[in-house]
């Protein structure tokens, strides 16, 4: 009896050893991407189509026979909002789950959470959402704009006359590290345009925050004293009240145009926008952009949700950073087969001036040297659908600057 069960103990071992190693093989037939993005919280509103957008864009990939002769398969982490639990979610990814890149983060600050991470453990990460500059890493490609692919260009736009000629500016912002150095930009920007300070308020607010009754009373009055234009940096939910006080208090774009960065098709989809025509925002990318690239696009995503029952399916729309994922997990792809491997220093070098075309209508490049996508850009007015109609953008793509020129000392760094 003792002798039967000895065998029947070894062949059970030999069973799961032989499990082991299938499983094994089969986990080395896979390229383990990570997608690391807030799927609750303040910023879940704004950063969960961009996980549900990579995993379109995998499957797409996959569709197609994959990467390398590999299928893709997604590491999905949800870091809630918050920043310290980012940087344990990266470590994961990359120390426990063997991710190959990860795709993911949306405020500057969960980014700068993860930052040392990927440049400790020599990950890689594409950064898909416009952000302050002022960084440039080797372990980071950012497919968002930097401020001279948004916030200056936009502000020009404010200034000149077919933007209403502005002489005042509120510059009002979720209180973190984005909003306030694009501000401080932007401030020097203004000084330099000739614009006192006198003639710029400064107004920030918590993560999550909703009674703007006050602030929209105070952005009232302070334009009383000249043409006045807001630039919002408010960042996820929040951006549901603000707009909604805006409408409440009766402010209208041709009284105080509102020209915001973070606030897209997606933030949108749940305001009644009737009361907010005219409203700006800049961008790299709308949805309304009429082309056959973007026009598969929408209509993939579409299919996408359906299939995949994502809330509100009939309803989802795509925005700047969904196209910036979009176009960052096929760059990356592209460089893997290039490279021939999944090897981050390999992979870097091979990234280096690959080209995509975008649904923006443009063949975007990454450029050479900077880790920055060469971006189109774009201004556009909130129609009643809760889509915007371009009403001003660059005639070709225009190369990052990371490293703003209206910040001291910023020309002495490489660009």
Same mark, same amino acid.
């Given at each position: 009896?003792?002798?039967?069960?000895?065998?029947?103990?070894?062949?059970?071992?030999?069973?799961?050893?032989?499990?082991?190693?299938?499983?094994?093989?089969?986990?080395?037939?896979?390229?383990?991407?990570?997608?690391?993005?807030?799927?609750?919280?303040?910023?879940?509103?704004?950063?969960?189509?961009?996980?549900?957008?990579?995993?379109?864009?995998?499957?797409?990939?996959?569709?197609?026979?994959?990467?390398?002769?590999?299928?893709?398969?997604?590491?999905?982490?949800?870091?809630?909002?918050?920043?310290?639990?980012?940087?344990?979610?990266?470590?994961?990814?990359?120390?426990?789950?063997?991710?190959?890149?990860?795709?993911?983060?949306?405020?500057?600050?969960?980014?700068?959470?993860?930052?040392?991470?990927?440049?400790?453990?020599?990950?890689?990460?594409?950064?898909?959402?416009?952000?302050?500059?002022?960084? %440039?890493?080797?372990?980071?490609?950012?497919?968002?704009?930097?401020?001279?692919?948004?916030?200056?260009?936009?502000?020009?736009?404010?200034?000149?006359?077919?933007?209403?000629?502005?002489?005042?500016?509120?510059?009002?912002?979720?209180?973190?590290?984005?909003?306030?150095?694009?501000?401080?930009?932007?401030?020097?920007?203004?000084?330099?345009?000739?614009?006192?300070?006198?003639?710029?308020?400064?107004?920030?607010?918590?993560?999550?925050?909703?009674?703007?009754?006050?602030?929209?009373?105070?952005?009232?009055?302070?334009?009383?004293?000249?043409?006045?234009?807001?630039?919002?940096?408010?960042?996820?939910?929040?951006?549901?009240?603000?707009?909604?006080?805006?409408?409440?208090?009766?402010?209208?774009?041709?009284?105080?145009?509102?020209?915001?960065?973070?606030?897209?098709?997606?933030?949108?989809?749940?305001?009644?926008?009737?009361?907010?025509?005219?409203?700006?925002?800049?961008?790299?990318?709308?949805?309304?952009?009429?082309?056959?690239?973007?026009?598969?696009?929408?209509?993939?995503?579409?299919?996408?949700?359906?299939?995949?029952?994502?809330?509100?399916?009939?309803?989802?729309?795509?925005?700047?950073?969904?196209?910036?994922?979009?176009?960052?997990?096929?760059?990356?792809?592209?460089?893997?087969?290039?490279?021939?491997?999944?090897?981050?220093?390999?992979?870097?070098?091979?990234?280096?001036?690959?080209?995509?075309?975008?649904?923006?209508?443009?063949?975007?490049?990454?450029?050479?040297?900077?880790?920055?996508?060469?971006?189109?850009? %774009?201004?556009?007015?909130?129609?009643?659908?809760?889509?915007?109609?371009?009403?001003?953008?660059?005639?070709?793509?225009?190369?990052?600057?990371?490293?703003?020129?209206?910040?001291?000392?910023?020309?002495?760094?490489?660009?």
């Amino acid at each position: 009896m003792k002798r039967r069960s000895l065998i029947k103990a070894f062949a059970l071992s030999a069973t799961v050893v032989s499990m082991g190693f299938a499983w094994s093989a089969q986990a080395a037939d896979t390229i383990k991407v990570g997608i690391m993005h807030s799927l609750s919280g303040t910023m879940a509103i704004s950063e969960t189509p961009l996980k549900d957008v990579a995993l379109m864009t995998i499957d797409e990939i996959n569709a197609k026979g994959g990467v390398l002769g590999k299928k893709l398969e997604p590491v999905v982490v949800d870091p809630a909002s918050n920043w310290p639990l980012f940087a344990e979610k990266a470590r994961q990814l990359l120390t426990q789950d063997k991710a190959a890149v990860v795709f993911g983060c949306w405020t500057s600050v969960s980014r700068k959470s993860v930052l040392p991470v990927f440049e400790e453990l020599n990950g890689l990460l594409f950064y898909p959402v416009q952000y302050e500059g002022e960084e %440039m890493s080797p372990n980071v490609f950012y497919t968002g704009a930097a401020p001279n692919q948004q916030a200056i260009p936009a502000v020009e736009y404010l200034m000149s006359e077919d933007g209403g000629s502005a002489k005042r500016f509120f510059l009002l912002g979720t209180d973190y590290v984005y909003p306030r150095t694009t501000n401080k930009i932007l401030r020097a920007f203004l000084h330099s345009k000739g614009v006192a300070d006198k003639d710029i308020e400064e107004v920030y607010t918590p993560f999550g925050y909703s009674d703007y009754q006050t602030i929209v009373s105070n952005i009232k009055k302070f334009a009383a004293g000249g043409k006045t234009a807001v630039v919002s940096t408010i960042n996820g939910d929040s951006n549901v009240p603000f707009y909604k006080e805006l409408a409440n208090q009766g402010i209208k774009a041709t009284d105080i145009p509102v020209v915001a960065f973070s606030v897209g098709e997606e933030e949108l989809r749940g305001i009644d926008t009737k009361p907010l025509v005219g409203q700006l925002a800049a961008w790299n990318y709308f949805e309304s952009i009429d082309n056959p690239t973007n026009a598969k696009f929408v209509a993939d995503y579409r299919a996408y949700a359906k299939a995949h029952n994502l809330p509100n399916a009939a309803t989802v729309v795509t925005n700047d950073p969904m196209e910036a994922t979009y176009v960052g997990i096929h760059m990356w792809a592209q460089a893997v087969e290039k490279a021939g491997t999944t090897d981050v220093d390999k992979v870097r070098a091979a990234m280096a001036g690959q080209t995509f075309n975008a649904p923006d209508g443009f063949t975007l490049t990454m450029d050479k040297t900077n880790h920055h996508l060469h971006k189109p850009v %774009m201004i556009g007015e909130v129609e009643e659908n809760g889509q915007f109609s371009v009403v001003w953008q660059t005639d070709k793509p225009v190369r990052a600057q990371p490293w703003s020129p209206y910040i001291a000392g910023n020309d002495k760094k490489p660009d």
